[in-house]
């Protein structure tokens, strides 16, 4: 348990951090704004593009544990899509509630867990867990706000309008960048590298901070349920759909399956909160329920290291 706490520690300090730089007016409203915007032009594309361009065909080689994370998070997401559309919620904020429930921590939380629990041969099922959650499931929610948006406009302007969206977005094009990088075997200069390399390092931090800022904001009624459904689904939900498949219905090897199970526990990242704030929609639930299941995820790893310890 003190592991665990020795891990997610930097991001509750983080997000303090934010939280008192509100309540003081050290920071206003308006940063929380601003460091987010820098987050999604600048610092997570630098990320994801150095994430994307430093891996290699053998990253993706099991197919099968993809499959079996892949499928995990599917289900998660349709199923709060199909209870947040029957409880009537707007389309946006029922897309961004259904990543916040799929979307796990891989990044700041599952990398150092996996090598924690598992040594170097859990990093390459936490890598490809990070590029699955970040890239394809982050891209996913983008498509689908964007056709939300222009769904309006008519089947062909809707297209064009969505493409056009896509086409100026950083977060599709970084990873895309970083893709074609990786496959030509391109060699990027040093003095970029380190560019990228500050850059997305960047990214956690001020996004964790501008988390901060909103929990400093007071609480809407009626954002409990979702909260709860939200915390609910990831911390719960996502690893038991994905233990019933890594263990009986898709089998792994070993670690990779106990690797599959502990990054599907992981509590809610903050991708969820970018794209709330960057659309404006419920930013202040989504960034409690980051904040609760953070919390609540230390005893329920530490229960599913013991148990993959047990078995």
Known sequence: MLAIFNIVFPIFS?????????KRNILSAGAASELNRFVIWLGLPALLFDSMSRLSPADFA???FIGVFAIGVAVVFLLTTWIRMRQKAAAPDVIIDSLGTSYANVGFIGIPL??????????????IAMVMTACLLFAVAIVLLETCLHAQAGLGRTITKVGR???????????VAGIAVALTGMTIPSGVQQLFKILGGAASPCALVSLGLFLAQPVKHGEGASVSLLVAFKLLL????????????LPLPRLWADSAVLLAAMPIGTGP???????????AGMSRAILISTT?????IALILAWIGHR
Do not use: K
Request: with cysteine; glycine share 4%.
């Open 14 to 22: 983080l997000i303090f951090l934010g939280w008192i730089c509100r």
């Open 62 to 64: 099991n197919l099968r």
């Open 114 to 127: 996996c090598y924690l629990a598992f040594g170097h041969d859990g990093l390459p099922p936490s890598v």
């Open 165 to 175: 969206s896509l086409l100026r977005n950083p977060i599709m094009i970084a990873p």
């Open 238 to 249: 996502q690893p038991a759909v994905t233990a019933v498949l890594a263990y009986w219905i």
């Open 273 to 283: 909160f970018m794209l709330a704030e960057l659309y404006q929609r419920e930013v």
């Open 296 to 300: 609540l995820s230390l005893p329920t």
